[in-house]
């Protein structure tokens, strides 16, 4: 069936909508296409408006047969969102001179397979998501590529955007044959915006200055990255990538895990990019210490004591040299005193540290009391290895008065916090856990805990299960697990 009105200025909304048998539409003097006209007309191939400079939104929306679109005047779209979302067929559009696509404006059109928007300053959110046949994008005016604009083209190659400064998140994610990006005028690249990019080999973005978390991840054939003026480096940008060229701003700085370990093997630059986001993490925390900052008193102090950046380690592993090598003269005595300050503000790990300094004697003067009274506050506090230690104290009786039963609940103490270098103490002081009898608590978790303190291993693993789950401390489950393994194999 056709609709002829050769007179016709405007298509009211949802004039059409799922009139089935409408396949052409003759009317070349309508200006505008309100709300939904057109909206499910299954049999509707071609929507040719000459003189069109008005569309709103869902206009198309599921005009599944849908193949040709021709409106070369239209420039505004009013409340442009889904105007074409699920025309599946579609195959070719000719909007010369739009100024923007709306969101989700082409969505789903997994037959479009090129386009070209001399004059679409904006392309927004879900514009072309799941065109999986479009291989190129022609967009010379752009400026904005909204999010998921172009997420699962699964076969878009090419995409020209010269003028295109922000790319929003996930923009080209899952383009998996895109092969090289040019964005010579790139400033933002938003979170996973080219994520899961597999054929990508190059990225050129001369004035980009920043890149977003996860932007480039997954991107497995990625070797060169251009990109000069870039400062910041996201949270896995560059994770499973295989760079071999690496060129950014020389005060540019990574986030820890903005790339693989291995990284540095095929290009050393990634390292360097480390080495300085750890320095900076140095400042930054001499800064804070002068501040008065009672934490960074702390960290700072335990940098002094070394000279090295271990503590750093973790969070920056593609830097193995700087914080294995000794960046200055370890100084002791500028660690003691920051310590000093920290625990005047009564911060617990501190407080631990400078007991033991006092315990030991041998960077400043011996003070048993001082030690004790230093665990016995952080103790207070809730450190664990204050507890721990306290617990030795009174076992061993060399920084006061000894005392088995005071020893005791220390050690327990720190077993609550999971620590098991306390649980080995008290399995060492109470021997084998007892199969009956009425010393048992009843209640289960108070159990458990009477089992590991006699050496019951699986209530031990039943500890870690718990120190995982609730406190997600890796490294005092680890511990544990440690211990457990130690007394089943008969190591105490």
């Known amino acids: 069936m056709s609709f002829t009105a050769p007179e016709l200025l405007s298509i009211g909304g949802y004039f059409f909508s799922f009139f089935p048998e409408l396949k052409h539409v003759n009317a070349p003097k309508v200006r505008s296409i309100e709300l939904g006209a057109f909206t499910g007309c299954l049999s509707l191939e071609e929507a040719v408006f000459p003189e069109a400079v008005s569309l709103s939104e869902e206009a198309f929306y599921g005009c599944s047969n849908l193949r040709r679109v021709v409106m070369p005047k239209v420039k505004n779209v009013i409340s442009p969102e889904k105007i074409f979302y699920d025309c599946v067929n579609l195959e070719s559009v000719e909007f010369p001179s739009l100024s923007s696509v709306g969101m989700g404006m082409f969505k789903n059109c997994v037959n479009l397979r090129e386009i070209s928007l001399p004059s679409a300053t904006e392309i927004d959110d879900n514009a072309f998501t799941h065109c999986i046949s479009l291989k190129r994008a022609v967009l010379p005016s752009a400026k ?22 922000t790319i929003d998140d996930e923009a080209f994610s899952t383009c998996i044959y895109i092969k090289a990006i040019n964005l010579p005028r790139a400033l933002t690249i938003e979170d996973a915006s080219f ?16 890149v977003g978390y996860d932007a480039f991840k997954g991107c497995a054939s990625l070797e060169t990255v251009e990109m000069p003026s870039l400062l910041h480096i996201g949270s896995g940008s560059f994770r ?14 990574a986030e820890y895990d903005s790339f693989d370990v291995s990284a540095p093997k095929n290009c050393p630059e990634i390292g360097g990019l480390h080495e300085r986001a750890m320095m900076r993490e140095l400042e930054d925390l001499e800064v ?6 009672m934490e960074a008193q702390y960290e700072l102090g335990c940098v002094y004591e070394t000279g090295r950046l271990e503590r750093f380690a973790s969070r920056y592993p593609c830097a193995p040299l700087v914080w294995t090598a000794e960046c200055f003269t370890p100084d002791i005595n500028e660690a003691i005193e920051l310590w000093k300050k920290s625990s005047a ?5 501190a407080m631990f540290r400078l007991a033991k300094e006092y315990a030991e004697g041998t960077n400043i003067h011996q003070d048993s009391r001082e030690a004790v009274r230093l665990w016995e506050k952080a103790a207070g506090s809730g450190n664990d290895d204050a507890m721990l230690y306290l617990g030795m104290a009174f076992e061993g009786g060399r920084l006061t008065e000894k005392n088995i039963n005071e020893a005791r609940r220390y050690y327990r103490m720190a077993v609550r916090k999971f620590n098991a270098e306390a649980l080995r103490h008290l399995i060492r002081l109470n021997g084998s856990c007892p199969e009956t009898g009425s010393a048992m608590p009843e209640d289960e978790t108070e159990a458990t805990y009477f089992k590991a303190e006699h050496g019951d291993v699986k209530a031990i693993y039943r500890l870690a299960k718990t120190c995982e789950e609730i406190y997600e401390d890796e490294d005092k489950r680890l511990a544990l697990v440690r211990l457990a393994s130690d007394l089943k194999k008969g190591r105490h």
């Open 144 to 165: 904005t590529i909204g999010t998921k604009a172009f997420s699962r083209c699964t076969s878009l190659e090419e995409v020209i955007a010269p003028e295109a400064e």
């Open 288 to 293: 804070r210490a002068e501040a008065g900052n």
């Open 240 to 253: 499973e990538c295989r760079i071999t060229t690496l060129n950014v701003h020389p005060e540019a700085v």
């Open 195 to 210: 994520m899961g990019c597999l054929s990508l080999a190059e990225a050129v973005m001369p004035l980009a200055e920043s």
């Open 345 to 349: 503000q009564e911060y617990p790990p």
